[in-house]
């Protein structure tokens, strides 16, 4: 089947505008991930969605960043008020419970420049 | 806390010829997973290998293989007959053992660029 997908490639938005990232994971994976890519930072971890559990959103840097997902598959990374420090790729993967079958799928990522 | 160091921010390898990539980590868990995961100028990550921590024999996959020492924590890649395809930036993980399950997030190394050449 299809791969985890992302979308868009690519934005560049002012700063102070919010903007909104897409997931979709691969059909029938129940963990959802995502990371941030940055020169300085390397890759950070985000959030975490797993089932119907409460999500992990010990990576989220501020309360600017936060994150959904629908009916346990699609996800919509927000970030409010942009700053050019949130200029990164933004990754997510997903993944599947099984314990012989762990590996998180990534996406192709979303490059945002904030100017 | 878990850090994942590797200390070799560039590393370049003439074609056919071995190249090891190496890897350091620090944690207090006793079950966990290794990764090197692959990311070529396209942005797409790629799991190239994976080991769990609790089995003794390294890992291999075709022309990747890991030396995984536990009790020095260090876990290397090493890739053999170098193909010009294996340039990409090469980044090493780590992943606890969740609950039991085999979820949970990824903590990275910073990467190394890996340039293989004619």
Redesign the interface.
């Known amino acids: 089947g299809a791969g985890v997908s992302q979308s868009p490639s690519n934005k560049v938005t002012e700063k102070g505008k919010d903007v909104e990232l897409r997931c979709d994971p691969i059909s029938g994976h129940t963990?959802l991930?995502w990371?941030r890519q940055s020169l300085g930072q390397?890759?950070e971890?985000l959030i975490?969605f797993?089932g119907n559990s409460a999500p992990?959103k010990s990576?989220l840097p501020s309360d600017r960043f936060s994150a959904e997902r629908t009916g346990g598959s699609v996800s919509t990374l927000t970030i409010q008020r942009t700053q050019q420090e949130d200029s990164a790729?933004y990754?997510c993967?997903s993944?599947f419970?099984?314990?012989a079958t762990?590996?998180?799928y990534?996406g192709?990522?979303t490059?945002l420049t904030v100017t | 806390a878990q850090t994942v160091t590797q200390s070799q921010p560039e590393m370049s390898v003439q074609e056919a010829e071995t190249v090891t990539l190496s890897c350091t980590y620090d944690t207090s868990e006793s079950n966990y997973y290794l990764f090197w995961y692959k990311q070529p100028p396209s942005r797409q990550m790629i799991l190239v290998i994976r080991q769990e921590a609790y089995k003794q024999q390294n890992a291999t996959e075709n022309r990747f293989s890991v030396n995984f020492q536990k009790a020095a924590k260090s876990f290397s890649l090493k890739i053999s007959d170098s193909q010009l395809g294996d340039t990409a930036m090469y980044f090493c993980a780590f992943m606890k053992q969740h609950r039991g399950s085999t979820l949970g997030r990824l903590y990275f190394g910073r990467g190394t660029q890996l340039t293989v050449w004619p």
């Open positions: 963990a991930y990371y390397g890759l971890f975490y797993q992990d990576g790729v990754l993967a993944s419970p099984s314990g762990y590996e998180q990534f192709p990522g490059r």
